[in-house]
Every structure is written in structure tokens, then in C-alpha cells.
């Protein structure tokens, strides 16, 4: 025990040495990169250098090279990948599924051959009885020493029955036989007998009620495990859209303040040449302070989306890595499911879950009904018998010899008070499957007014990206004719910053109506049952690359 928390503390000081290098290494990169200088030819191949060595030490930090660039920018299809393999609840959900993967196994091991077997030997030494001593003369004692052996391998096939192949073996050492022959006596019986229950228990239907049980379970747990990988990758997506988003208004934001302080630049110019008065300068100036103001609050907001994304990935946090969108998103029009599109049901989790549950629920309401029968069965054996001064001819002659011995019969066990325990159990599996079919309606109808809630969600705000397209156009044009004017000496600076504010705003509301809409449409997609085919991952996930 010591030793593994020894080897995982070690593990995890290696991951953190990695993510420090790594770290480092993009610093370095950074500081050694400028946007103005060329580099050189030694110097780019220090930075491809340094390009290969961050690259391993990705590798080393569990972050795979291919889906990690050298400035820390993630792609989402990589991200998503990600989140498939390191999401602690997706990893809960999948082991849940193992577990139920097991109950099958467990229940067909009712079906496993078993081998008994024993060997003893006794003792009895006890007085004679007057029906003895007619046997032994006039012995008044009766004393044996027998030594028996047994082994048997029992069966239960699919019809319900039992079948047991055996063979017992017997030395017998008494006061009956003869002193010269007294332990030389092999008594040997082999057979074979079935008993198989005609009512209760009876075939096949009922023999593998449980296991049928056991996997249609197990397919619930699997339908379960997609729908909340489904979930999370949904919360991942629009995290990483967030990311993107915080990203883009950074960067709207940045720019903004580099040209308010070309303003305030030209504003003190002009100024000098009396061209511009004071109350110019401070307006700029005001400009300024907001602009920077405002990217402050844009830079906050990417460190928090950033820190969430972190979080979905389980990766440690560590502020000189920086993890950033790489993706551009893109506006496009999707197909619309239809409502009525029956094949929906056929791939949606959810459904599928509840539709695995009424399955189960109808085998254990047969299956109660079938407990609640009397006892019937039909028992049957052969056997052959054999008798000689060993073993091995005493099992020689019993099958070929015919001392032989069979039985037939029927056993019938009825409980007097009519089965209580079997009536009430049936009676509740009856009602836990008309449940099971009440919650399968419900889940329809709310699977087929979330499409058509999303759908509608989505056409909105497909339309509020034309809409805020158009704004973004219109105040473009109204600050390129601010700046004409300042270029002709007939400025406002208060008009120039307020054009360029509303601009600047025009260019964030486009941004969040696209992350809008592409949040509507993985919405849609989870609604539907087909997010992880929106992203390519439906293969992935049937070869079983997740578990």
C-alpha cells in the first residue's frame, strides 16, 4: 500500500515538473518571438527546437501532442476527445456500466457445470438384534468398516432441468462376511438422473429469465453512459464556445484601446499645433480609460472561461499555460429532424434506456407469474450396479452385467395458503411495468417537445446572427465616415469614440448571438439523441475507444 501511494505521489510530482517545463518553454518561445523582427535561420531552429521539446513534454503532462499546439491552442474535436476520456462522471457512468456487464455473467453461472465429490470412511459397532443374529449366529456383536467415495457433475440446461451424471463406490468390512473375504467387498453404482420441473421453473422462458433480465440492464447502463456522455460533451462544447467568445471580445476589446490611444495620440498633436482644444484631449483620454477598463473586464472573463474549460479536461491549473480555442466558429444553417421522425427514438439514449426497462420489467412480471405456480416435476434415473473385490471390476462388471436399476416418477409441492409471497410479488411486477411504459410515453412526448422547442430556439437565433450582422455593417459604415472626416480635418472626437463604441458593441452582440446559435444547435443535437454523430464520435464510441 505504501509503495503505490509512493508511486502515484511520484506520478503526479512528474506531471507538475512537466506542466512547469512546459510552461517555461512557452515563455521562453514567447519572449523570443517578435512581431516586427524576423528571425533568423539559428534562431528558428532554436524555436523548432523548442517546438519538439514542448511537444514531449505535453506527451509527458497526459496531454497528447496532436491535440495541443505549441501556444497552447485546443481544438474541439481534440477537446471533446478529451473530455471523453478524462470526465469523472463520464468515468463513473462507465465503470457502472462494467459493473452491470457483470450481473450476465453472474446470471449464467446458474447454467455452469459443478462437480461434486466425496470420500469418508465409518465405524459402527453396536450389539446384535435378534433379526441380526440370525444372519451371524450366535455373534451378539455387529461391527463394520466401510470406506465410500462419490462424485457427480450436475447441470442445469436451458429447459430447466437438472441433469447429474454420478457414481458412488463402496468398500464394505462387516461382521457378515466371511473372515478370509472381510474387506474384499466393492459395491459400485453409476447413473445418470433428470429432474425437470414441468410448471414452476420450466423451460426455457422462464430458465433464462433472469439472464435476459441481467442484459437488458446492462444495455440500460450503456444507453445511460451515453446519454450523460452526451450531456457532459454538450457542456463542454459550449464551454469551449464560451472560451472562443471570451477570446474574440478580448481581442475586439484590445483593439479598440490600441486605436482610442492613437486617438489620445493625435489628439496631443494636434493640440500643439492648435488644431485641437484640451477638452479634445481629456474626451480622449476618457475614451482610453473605459476602452481599458472594459478589456480588463474582457481579460477577467477569459481567465474564468479558461479555468472552467481546465476543469472539464481535469487538468491541473497553471497560469503561465495558457488554453485557447483554436477553432474558428461558423455559422451555418443545419438540417432540421422532424418531430415525427420515428428513427429519432431509435438512437436516443434516453428513450432506449426506458425502452430497455419496460423489456426488463415485462421478463420479471413473467417470471413472478411463473413463481407463483405449484411444483411441478418430472423425475427420472438409471443406473447400473456392480459388485466385486476392487473397484475398477466392480465398475467393470456393472457395465457389463445387467444389474441395472431405474425410476420414474412426478413430485408435486403446492404451497396451502396459495403462494402469498409469489401473488404479491407478481402483483407488484405488474405494477412497476405499467410504470415502466407510463415513464417510456412521458420521455416520448418530452423528447418530441425538446426538438421542437430547440428547433424554434434555433431558427430565433439564427436569425439574430442576420440581424446582428447587419448592425456590425451599418456601424462599420458610420465609423468609416467619422474617420473620412477626421482624415479631412473636420473631426469630432466625441463622435469618432462613440461610433467606434457602438461598433465595438455591434461586433460583440455578432459574437454572442453566433455562440447563441451554436449553443441552440447542440442543444437540438442532445435533444435528438445525435451529438456524438455531430462530431464523428458515434465510431469512436461503438469500437469502444472510451472504455
Not at 462437480?115 to 465409518?122: A, E, K, T
Not at 457378515?176 to 459395491?187: A, I, K, M, S, T
Not at 473397484?391 to 467393470?396: I, L, P, Y
Not at 403446492?414 to 410504470?435: C, D, M, T, W, Y
Request: glycine fraction near 4%.
Amino acid at each position: 500500500m505504501k509503495d503505490t501511494r509512493q508511486a502515484k505521489s511520484s506520478t503526479q510530482v512528474k506531471k507538475a515538473l512537466a506542466l512547469s517545463l512546459l510552461s517555461l518553454s512557452i515563455s521562453s518561445a514567447w519572449a523570443n518571438t517578435s512581431v516586427d523582427k524576423q528571425p533568423t535561420a539559428r534562431e528558428s531552429f532554436e524555436r523548432g527546437s523548442i517546438q519538439k521539446e514542448i511537444i514531449n513534454i505535453a506527451a509527458l503532462a497526459d496531454i497528447s501532442a496532436a491535440d495541443i499546439s505549441r501556444n497552447g491552442e485546443l481544438g474541439l474535436q481534440a477537446f471533446l476527445e478529451q473530455v471523453m476520456l478524462r470526465n469523472e462522471r463520464i468515468q463513473s457512468q462507465k465503470m457502472e456500466w462494467k459493473i452491470s456487464e457483470y450481473s450476465i455473467s453472474r446470471a449464467n453461472a446458474k447454467f455452469e457445470p459443478i462437480l461434486n465429490s466425496s470420500i469418508g470412511r465409518s465405524y459402527d459397532y453396536t450389539r446384535t438384534t435378534i433379526e441380526r443374529s440370525v444372519a451371524i449366529g450366535d455373534e451378539s456383536e455387529y461391527e463394520s468398516k466401510n470406506t465410500t467415495a462419490s462424485i457427480s457433475i450436475d447441470k442445469v440446461i436451458e429447459t430447466g432441468a437438472t441433469i447429474s451424471l454420478f457414481g458412488n463406490a463402496e468398500q464394505q468390512n462387516n461382521s457378515l462376511q466371511d473372515q478370509d473375504e472381510r474387506g474384499e467387498e466393492f459395491v459400485t453404482y453409476a447413473g445418470v438422473s433428470i429432474t425437470q420441473p414441468l410448471w414452476r421453473d420450466a423451460w426455457s422462458e422462464a430458465s433464462t429469465a433472469t439472464v435476459r433480465i441481467s442484459e437488458n440492464d446492462s444495455k440500460r447502463a450503456e444507453q445511460s453512459f451515453r446519454k450523460i456522455t452526451m450531456e457532459e460533451l454538450a457542456n463542454a462544447t459550449n464551454a469551449y464556445w464560451a472560451l472562443y467568445q471570451a477570446q474574440k471580445k478580448y481581442k475586439i476589446r484590445d483593439n479598440s484601446v490600441r486605436i482610442s490611444n492613437e486617438l489620445l495620440e493625435d489628439q496631443k498633436q494636434r493640440k500643439q499645433f492648435g488644431k485641437a482644444t484640451q477638452s479634445d484631449v481629456l474626451d480622449a483620454q476618457t475614451g482610453l480609460s473605459e476602452r481599458l477598463n472594459l478589456r480588463s473586464v474582457a481579460e477577467q472573463e477569459l481567465t474564468q472561461t479558461e479555468t472552467e474549460v481546465r476543469q472539464i479536461i481535469n487538468l491541473p491549473p497553471h497560469s503561465s499555460i495558457p488554453i485557447r480555442a483554436r477553432d474558428t466558429l461558423e455559422v451555418t444553417e443545419v438540417a432540421f429532424p422532424s418531430i415525427n421522425d420515428e428513427s429519432l427514438l431509435e438512437s436516443h439514449p434516453e428513450y432506449q434506456e426506458a425502452l430497455f426497462q419496460v423489456r426488463s420489467e415485462d421478463l420479471r412480471e413473467y417470471f413472478a407469474f411463473n413463481q407463483s405456480l405449484p411444483q411441478l416435476d418430472l423425475i427420472a434415473a438409471y443406473g447400473v450396479n456392480g459388485l466385486q473385490n476392487n473397484t475398477a471390476r466392480s465398475f467393470e462388471t456393472a457395465f457389463s452385467d445387467s444389474y441395472d436399476s431405474w425410476s420414474i416418477g412426478v413430485q408435486l409441492n403446492v404451497p396451502i395458503g396459495g403462494n402469498l409471497k409469489a401473488e404479491s410479488e407478481l402483483s407488484a411486477a405488474k405494477i412497476r411495468k405499467q410504470q415502466a411504459l407510463l415513464d417510456l410515453r412521458t420521455i416520448e412526448r418530452k423528447i418530441a417537445n425538446s426538438i421542437d422547442a430547440y428547433i424554434v430556439q434555433a431558427k430565433r437565433a439564427l436569425d439574430q446572427v442576420t440581424f446582428a450582422k447587419n448592425a456590425v455593417s451599418t456601424s462599420n459604415q458610420l465609423l468609416t465616415i467619422e474617420m473620412e472626416k477626421r482624415k479631412a480635418g473636420r473631426q469630432d472626437i466625441r463622435s469618432i469614440l462613440e461610433r467606434e463604441s457602438n461598433h465595438n458593441q455591434a461586433k460583440e452582440a455578432l459574437l454572442a448571438a453566433e455562440v447563441r446559435y451554436q449553443r441552440a444547435v447542440v442543444s437540438l443535437k442532445l435533444a435528438s439523441g445525435t451529438l456524438l454523430e455531430m462530431y464523428g464520435l458515434e465510431a469512436s464510441y461503438s469500437r469502444g475507444q472510451t472504455l
